[in-house]
DNA sequence: ATCTTCGGACACTCAATGAG
DNA sequence: TCATTGAGTGTCCGAAGATC
């Protein structure tokens, strides 16, 4: 057996480890400086994977030999030329599972800054109110949580959340999801550190991230952050604060976009919320990124009482992780390097993964048929749980939503200066991959790709429109793929 | 306490399928 | 032809284990 050039890089690395008691992980990350450019590094240790090169073992796109090298970014660079083949050059080298890891980060801690801010005024709730004002401003990503209102418009996180600490700037956070949102560099900007350091050979822009690679002490967070919270009582904000800036989130949006006029109302509607969410910050210390975690005991009995009250917003991953980030399994960015590259000084090395070219010619047997929509109307008077679409407020005039109203439940989304039919991703009960394609009782939007695509008209792929299938998932594993269960019916139909 | 690993939930893509 | 399905494949959350 060849033993193929990245197993040599690895074992360079592994001796050149030499962790230092303080900093470790920067001085694992920064004591080999890299040679190769990225092109270089793309010519000599990028091969593209020919289509279908190696269909094994890969367990939704994890391999083995692929987690045994996560953990070093460097070695990584050098051995891995890709995390597909990666896996076969691999198999059967005795890797050390100890040889160094300095690129992980919490999972929370690469969120961008934009992100952090939140949604719609979403850094202030910290929580929610209701599940609709929640899904509107997205604050259930992992940051929102942590944040806590600043009503001097400046967003900071909070001391809670350990790795949040120095964000780079997200300039190009999420262009391909957002025809719609794009950031202004004000809006991202917001995040600043009194006391910086630069760190040589970085941009301005990227020295954010370096200093503390992983978290900083906590007794330093504390000092930083402690202003927010001791301001953060229910007193201080008896007074409705002016409506903080409004911030893109990384979720996509899930109603269309407020006016400014729109988003002052809403922002006052929010009023005894926010008070009541300021008093209380959640304070998780674990990321819980569905944050289905309403800030007020009211709302989340209410929730309990409602059943159909939505929480969950859609987790917006990006196209393309970098080779760093999926080795890690964490969380990428758009930019090259990405935000987590830069922290951990892993520019050169910032590319993206190849994927897979997917097969042509698999056939898949018979669809679930559908059904003429003139039924449509009588088949979704259905109460069994296929009835997705009773979640959803109805959307504006104008926009069909889905076709039973009845069912909407009254939610405090009546309270929100809008209504929208442009909630995406909702789901309720178990929405995920429930294992079973046609058991999904997930409802969601057609694609978020762009972001938001307005106007909508509620999807609608729930089994209800449908008859039964013929053949009954006689099928369900054409493509021969065993471990996917995974059939969250994402990108699902327009009535239109 | 902090960092790393990695199982698995779920997001996204797009060729096959089916209806008009 | 176009809308829809749903398998294929990717991202990355977050808990558990490892390490300091
Ligand atoms: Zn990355
Ligand atoms: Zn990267």
Redesign the pocket.
């Known amino acids: 057996m060849n033993i193929p050039p990245q197993q040599q890089y690895q074992e360079q690395d592994q001796q050149q480890q030499q ?1 230092s ?1 303080l900093l ?2 920067e001085s ?1 990350i920064k004591q080999e400086p890299i040679q190769l450019s990225t092109s270089q590094y793309q010519q000599q240790n990028f091969q593209p994977v020919p ?2 090169a190696s ?1 094994q073992q ?5 391999t ?1 030999s ?7 970014p460097i070695g990584a660079l050098n051995s891995y030329s890709n ?2 083949n990666l896996n076969s050059h691999l198999m059967g080298l005795s890797m050390q ?15 961008p800054a934009s992100v952090a801010a939140g949604g719609i005024g979403a850094s202030n709730i910290s929580g929610s109110t209701t599940p609709a004002i929640a899904y509107a401003s997205a604050p259930s ?2 940051i929102m949580n942590n944040l806590q209102y600043n009503p001097s418009g400046n967003s900071h996180y909070n001391q809670n959340s ?2 949040l600490y120095h964000q780079p700037t997200y300039q190009q956070q999420h262009q ?2 957002s025809n719609q949102h794009t950031y202004s560099s004000q809006q991202q900007q917001q995040h600043q550190h009194s006391n910086q350091h630069s760190v040589q050979g970085l941009s301005s822009s990227n020295l954010t991230s370096s200093f ?4 900083p ?2 007794q330093h967070q504390q000092q930083q952050y402690q202003p927010q919270q001791q301001h953060g009582t229910s007193t201080q904000f008896n007074a409705m604060p002016p409506a903080p800036p409004r911030q893109q989130s ?1 979720y ?1 949006p899930l109603v269309p976009p407020l006016s400014d006029a729109q988003y002052a109302q809403y922002h006052q509607l929010l009023g005894s919320t926010f008070s009541s969410a300021a008093s209380t910050p959640y304070h998780s210390n ?6 289905s975690m309403p800030t007020s005991p009211t709302l989340e009995y209410q929730q309990l009482a409602d059943p159909n009250m939505v929480q ?11 080779v760093n ?2 080795k ?6 758009e930019g090259r390097p990405c935000t987590r590259c830069i922290k951990y000084g892993l520019t050169d090395t910032c590319v ?23 039924q449509i109307g009588s088949a979704s008077a259905s109460t069994t749980p296929t009835m997705r679409h009773a979640v959803l407020p109805n959307g504006p005039a104008g926009y069909m939503s889905e076709p039973v109203t009845a069912l909407n439940s009254p939610t405090q989304s009546h309270l929100l200066p809008f209504t929208s039919s442009a909630i ?2 909702l ?1 309720f009960g ?9 058991s999904s009782y ?1 409802f ?1 939007h ?4 762009n972001s938001y695509v307005a106007p909508y008209t509620t ?5 209800s ?2 008859t039964a ?3 009954m ?1 006689d ?22």
């Open positions: 962790p008691p470790k992980q694992q289509p279908y269909q890969q367990h939704h796109g994890h083995q692929y987690n045994s090298l996560q953990g070093s995390p597909y599972s100890g040889s160094t890891s300095a690129a992980s980060l919490t999972s929370s801690s690469l969120a990503s992992p350990s790795s391909q999801y503390y690679p992983t978290s002490p906590l990384q996509a674990q990321s819980t990124p569905y944050s969950k917003p859609k987790r917006r991953q990006v196209k393309n992780a970098c980030c999926q890690a399994c964490k969380k990428c960015d993206d993964s190849t994927r897979k070219v997917r097969k042509k010619g698999v056939k898949r047997g018979p669809y679930k048929r559908r059904i003429p929509q003139t995406g991703s789901e178990y929405g995920g991959n429930a294992g079973s394609s046609s997930s969601q057609p694609r978020m790709e999807s609608y792929s729930g089994p429109l449908y299938p013929y053949g998932n099928y369900s594993n054409v493509g021969g793929n065993t471990n996917n269960t995974n059939n969250t019916n994402n990108n699902s139909s327009n009535l239109s």
